[in-house]
């Protein structure tokens, strides 16, 4: 098999294959780039508009498309214009897994400023910190975060807040105003080699770092995942036999968001792939199986990414036989080792899905 993986590989990555490969000077160092490559994350987006009438956000009984996302999206492009921020400048969000995530996401990176995802665990004294660290320009907040914020206040008297799903305050900005503003994305070229984003480390031994991630990095990421799909698929279909998937008749995929969108695993791999495909993602307001098994049928989700004890809690939840888990092709995630009795309970227990797991650091992403 690894002779007909390594022929298949030298085809797509070289002349003329669909994941060609070349060498360009990058910072002053020779880097392998895949040729088609979209320049930034911007472009990544724009592209989504094709699929304007798709559900692409789900949360409870909120559902937008991809056109109103769009919508949104360019409203609050506009908003921070009119606001004063200029390419470069950082914005943290600071949200648990709300459609308002990729929606600050999305508009932020598409107007050359760079995220910063703020831990949404982080106490008070750890959001202090990464918000010295990092000196965005202006908070996107939730009422969680807004309620530990409130004592930081004086520290950060010129920092405007923006708040989401929270209660009225003086000196917030509610989320619903910017939305009032002309749907207006600016026109404008983004360096591949600025930072698109900044996610922090867990801080094992130490305070969070901040991995900067930039628009090639993350675009790279995404090409990465669809070459590696697509190179397997190529030689399954060689060495077994399996049918290749027409792209043309399949479904949208369908993600489940199990883990955090502050960081790597949710937002550079699952979102970004996701998005760049047309997919669906369906937000959890925290992890729960039995809700889980529920969102799986309603929504014929596609993809479970989390972390393995996830993956074992749903599988071995009382109701798990209740629910229609068909839609499912891939289950599992990263973060520790999916354990090799869970590779053979999801292989024996969901009647499609493939188990899988990934291996990455938050820099590389």
Not at 131 to 150: G, N, Q, V, W, Y
Not at 168 to 181: G, L
Not at 337 to 350: A, E, N, R
Request: glycine content about 8%; some cysteine; overall charge negative.
């Amino acid at each position: 098999m690894y002779d007909v993986l390594k022929k298949v590989w030298t085809e797509m990555t070289g002349p003329g294959g669909a994941f060609e490969i070349e060498e360009i000077n990058v910072r002053g160092f020779p880097m392998r780039t895949y040729k088609a490559a979209p320049p930034s994350l911007r472009e990544v987006w724009l592209s989504s508009l094709a699929f304007s009438e798709r559900p692409y956000l789900v949360f409870e009984d909120e559902t937008l498309t991809y056109g109103e996302t769009h919508d949104r999206v360019n409203r609050m492009a506009a908003w921070m214009r009119a606001s004063g921020l200029k390419p470069g400048d950082r914005v943290a969000i600071a949200l648990r897994n709300f459609p308002e995530w990729m929606q600050c996401y999305w508009a932020v990176v598409s107007s050359g400023l760079t995220v910063v995802g703020m831990n949404a665990w982080w106490v008070e004294d750890e959001m202090d910190y990464a918000l010295k660290d990092a000196s965005p320009k202006l908070l996107f907040a939730d009422e969680e975060r807004l309620a530990r914020f409130e004592g930081l206040r004086a520290h950060y008297p010129d920092l405007p807040v923006v708040g989401i799903r929270c209660e009225a305050r003086d000196w917030v900005t509610p989320f619903e105003s910017i939305m009032q503003s002309e749907p207006s994305l600016p026109d404008l070229v983004i360096d591949p080699d600025s930072d698109a984003c900044i996610f922090y480390t867990s801080g094992t031994t130490g305070r969070p770092k901040g991995a900067q991630q930039t628009h090639r990095g993350c675009v790279h990421n995404i090409l990465n995942m669809g070459f590696w799909g697509g190179c397997l698929a190529q030689t399954m279909h060689l060495v077994k036999g399996t049918p290749l998937p027409d792209p043309t008749t399949a479904p949208p995929g369908s993600a489940l968001v199990t883990t955090p969108l502050f960081h790597v695993t949710a937002n550079n791999c699952l979102a970004h792939a996701m998005t760049l495909g047309g997919g669906k993602l369906v937000h959890m307001y925290k992890w729960d199986a039995g809700a889980a098994l529920a969102l799986i049928e309603r929504e014929k989700v596609t993809n479970l990414t989390g972390v393995p004890v996830m993956s074992r809690e749903l599988i071995t939840h009382p109701d798990f036989d209740k629910y229609d888990t068909s839609s499912l092709i891939s289950v599992g995630g990263g973060g520790a080792q999916l354990q090799p009795d869970l590779v053979g309970k999801i292989d024996h227990s969901i009647t499609n899905a493939r188990p899988s797991t990934g291996y990455g650091m938050t820099e590389t992403c």
